[in-house]
């Protein structure tokens, strides 16, 4: 009964490389969010989408482009992996009505070598 | 913009009570989020207050001043288990964007 799940937890992979991050929510939220956590720890957001549509772009390499095929997933395929990649990307999902808080997927711990 | 400070480490004994602050300032007030997140593990919902004062849950309770940007956690009776880092955060363009701050990482000893 995982409210957020995203996969693979763990990727290790070489420079140049392309990978992809898959998560899927069964809480009924229409946004579902990309955040990373950088090695100091510091978690900031790099997509949003509501109801598949893209709604918040930070300032993220074009490298990195999301996907929502419906509004219970929401994937993130990164081209020509950097060793600044490295890091923990969570998937995370809420209701766009209200102040409600988000929910977050255990993190995809992405190393690159 | 947005600009969210809290400490960075703290550390307290098992059975105390903590205090962990955060100042922010933001442009347009939507209410401001606690989490906690242990390590390795995903950021988990604590509290979210959007009017000035207290919300208490349990052996957390949360604190909000929006007139001096100001907020704050309180742990009391702390266990091993409480040692974690806590995120403050604030809802950035509507409900839909997160900024969080550094997050202060707690550690409880025996």
């Known amino acids: 009964d995982t409210a957020v799940s995203q996969t693979p937890k763990y990727l290790v992979t070489q420079m140049g490389n392309d990978k992809s991050i898959k998560c899927e929510q069964n809480?009924?939220?229409?946004?579902m969010y990309w955040y990373k956590q950088d090695s100091k720890k510091f978690l900031k957001i790099m997509f949003s989408?509501?109801?598949?549509?893209?709604?918040i772009n930070e300032t993220v390499p074009n490298r990195f482009s999301p996907k929502s095929p419906d509004k219970a997933h929401l994937n993130l395929h990164i081209n020509s992996l950097e060793l600044g990649d490295s890091a923990v990307y969570f998937c995370?999902?809420?209701?766009?009505?209200?102040?409600?808080?988000?929910?977050f997927g255990q993190g995809t711990r992405l190393t690159v070598v | 913009g947005q600009n969210i400070d809290q400490p960075t480490e703290m550390t307290a004994t098992e059975g105390a009570i903590v205090q962990i602050n955060c100042t922010y300032q933001?442009?347009?007030?939507?209410?401001l989020f606690w989490y906690q997140q242990h390590a390795g593990e995903a950021p988990t919902f604590l509290s979210y207050?959007?009017?000035?004062g207290l919300e208490e849950k349990g052996r957390f309770s949360s604190f909000l001043s929006r007139s001096k940007g100001y907020s704050y956690l309180l742990l009391k009776e702390l266990q091993m288990k409480d040692s974690a880092s806590y995120l403050c955060?604030?809802?950035?363009?509507?409900?839909?964007?997160?900024?969080f701050g550094a997050g202060t990482r707690l550690a409880v000893h025996p």
């Open positions: 809480l009924g939220h229409d946004t």
């Open positions: 955060a604030v809802p950035s363009g509507g409900y839909n964007k997160l900024i």
């Open positions: 995370a999902s809420s209701h766009s009505s209200g102040a409600t808080e988000a929910f």
């Open positions: 989408y509501n109801n598949k549509e893209l709604i």
């Open positions: 207050n959007v009017l000035d």
């Open positions: 933001t442009s347009g007030f939507n209410g």
